[in-house]
């Protein structure tokens, strides 16, 4: 491993951190990997490794600076820590790019086949981001390849059936494409005899990779012409109008009880004049009411009021307790409250964020409670994938980060949900990337099911996302808001994601598995020989 390598891979690194928001420079994503691909060629097993975890590093660090910003100004940790605690991530989650590479080495030295060589890479890819996601505990698929994409909506539309793996496995496949090209032309350049014959023949591999990059295109297309064919204004009785509050309550006074009335007022007079429009239904964010609804008597009062006043359903963030096996057990939770101010619905939150809202391991990381505010390392899990109603349709809600899972939301939308609410507080981001980043991965849960998502953010970015992943309205950032959009809610048959799920991400997973079974029988041979 020399000089040379090292830059190559710092370069791989930078240029992925470029293809997410906020620079979205999607398009470096096409050879983001390819300087990391020449570092590693025919390197020793732990060179390999070394290069991928050099450049995952990069990568890992640049889009998630953010978390600084959430543990020194909202977990109480110094700055230090916070430094160190990021480094701890980026180091862990730079292992699965040094898996990668190891990996892919491996199997590239010992099977010489150029189509292996050609597909490992993007099986390989594809697998690590799976297992990154359904780790248990602390999965976290924040900035998987395939979101750079986000904006390109002819390339990802085929999220309906492979979900957003199948965009990351396509980007990737591009990368393997255009180095195996460089790679042969610099070999050809470099052999003097004449005899030595080429180690692949270019056009085995661009014409596939062409007519595969073609025929997504194609299908991306198709789906966007069927959205925009149907009728462009909504009737009355096959749409929902929604109002977005943006509340933009400062995190710091959020839960100061001198505060609480102040903040309650702000929501009671958005509500009103949103209700004052004709909205079907008002949004609150993520834990907007700052009081337990169900046992605060006064402030569950007033929301009554205030849907009865208005005229409008209203889902709001709250937290929630129950009493049971002899202890209190709180849950952060959403309720939908009617015009006649009947609690018609109730969810709480399944996916919990690690060292956020619970900690891992709590008995090893004691010093981890500093972190949260309030005691909301206590919060448990959901259970219920509950489906919500209303007269324009049926609904899931997703609380914050739980919209970055796949196969959570296509399970709301398995069980009839024919649109999809997500309500979060951002704030802890503070003016970073990561708000634009978030919303990023919301528009592919819309594509994955076919299904308009509306969310409604403490501090932005609140946004309107039609079921082809365009955002059709959002707001600025820490701006106190609201807005207003009428959605279809879905009446067409399941996706073939939604009815499998990562079905495609399990057999890249299984194929990787193959691939690796069968470099292990070659190394053993090469073994027996010697």
Aim: charged share 15%; aromatic share 14%; with cysteine.
């Amino acid at each position: 491993m020399n000089k040379r390598d090292i830059i190559l891979s710092i370069l791989s690194g930078v240029l992925l951190v470029l293809i997410f928001p906020r620079f979205n420079i999607e398009t470096l994503a096409w050879v983001a990997l390819v300087p990391l691909l020449a570092a590693i060629r025919d390197k020793s097993a732990i060179h390999s490794l070394l290069l991928g975890w050099i450049a995952g590093g990069v990568y890992f660090f640049g889009l998630l600076i953010w978390v600084v910003n959430a543990m020194s100004n909202y977990g109480n940790l110094s700055l230090p820590l916070s430094y160190l605690l990021l480094m701890l991530m980026v180091i862990t989650l730079g292992f699965y790019i040094a898996i990668f590479t190891l990996l892919l080495n491996s199997i590239s030295i010992r099977i010489k086949s150029d189509l292996i060589r050609w597909l490992s890479a993007p099986l390989i890819w594809t697998s690590i981001e799976l297992v990154r996601e359904r780790i248990p505990l602390i999965g976290f698929p924040w900035g998987s390849l395939g979101y750079s994409q986000f904006k390109t909506h002819s390339i990802v539309q085929f999220a309906d059936i492979t979900g957003v793996y199948g965009i990351s496995f396509l980007i990737v496949l591009i990368n393997s494409t255009i180095y195996l090209i460089i790679e042969d032309k610099w070999l050809e350049s470099r052999v003097m005899d004449s005899q030595v014959k080429r180690r692949i023949s270019p056009y085995r591999i661009i014409i596939p990779s062409l007519i595969i990059l073609i025929l997504c295109i194609s299908y991306g297309l198709w789906k966007i012409n069927i959205h925009k064919s149907m009728p462009s204004m909504p009737s009355p009785t096959t749409s929902v109008r929604v109002g977005l509050i943006q509340g933009n309550i400062e995190q710091g006074q959020k839960w100061v009880p001198s505060y609480q009335e102040k903040t309650f007022n702000i929501y009671k007079d958005m509500t009103l004049a949103a209700s004052s429009k004709g909205m079907d239904m008002i949004i609150w964010p993520e834990t907007a009411a700052p009081f337990y609804f169900q046992r605060d008597g006064r402030y569950q009062q007033e929301i009554f009021d205030i849907t009865k006043e208005g005229g409008s359903y209203l889902l709001f963030g709250s937290l929630s307790d129950k009493y049971y096996s002899d202890r209190v057990h709180m849950f952060n939770s959403a309720f939908l409250v009617s015009p006649d101010s009947k609690i018609l619905g109730k969810y709480d939150k399944i996916h919990l964020v690690p060292f956020g809202e619970y900690v891992p391991f709590h008995r090893f990381l004691p010093f981890v409670d500093k972190m949260v505010e309030g005691g909301i390392g206590d919060f448990e899990e959901g259970n219920d994938y509950t489906v919500m109603t209303i007269p324009g349709g049926r609904f899931g809600v997703l609380i914050c980060y739980e919209v970055i899972f796949p196969d959570l939301v296509r399970r709301f939308v398995k069980n009839g949900a024919q649109f999809m609410v997500n309500i979060t507080n951002d704030a802890w981001y503070g003016r970073s990337a990561a708000p634009y980043q978030h919303i990023s991965m919301v528009t592919f849960r819309a594509i994955e099911n076919r299904v308009p998502i509306v969310r409604a953010a403490n501090t932005g970015i609140s946004g309107i996302i039609d079921p082809t992943g365009r955002i059709v309205k959002e707001t600025d950032i820490f701006v106190r808001t609201s807005i207003y959009g009428n959605i279809s809610p879905k009446v067409t048959g399941d996706t073939f994601f939604t009815t499998y799920g990562d079905i495609f991400a399990y057999i890249c997973l299984f194929m990787t598995m193959v691939l690796l079974l069968w470099e292990r029988v070659f190394n053993f041979k090469e073994v027996i020989l010697c």
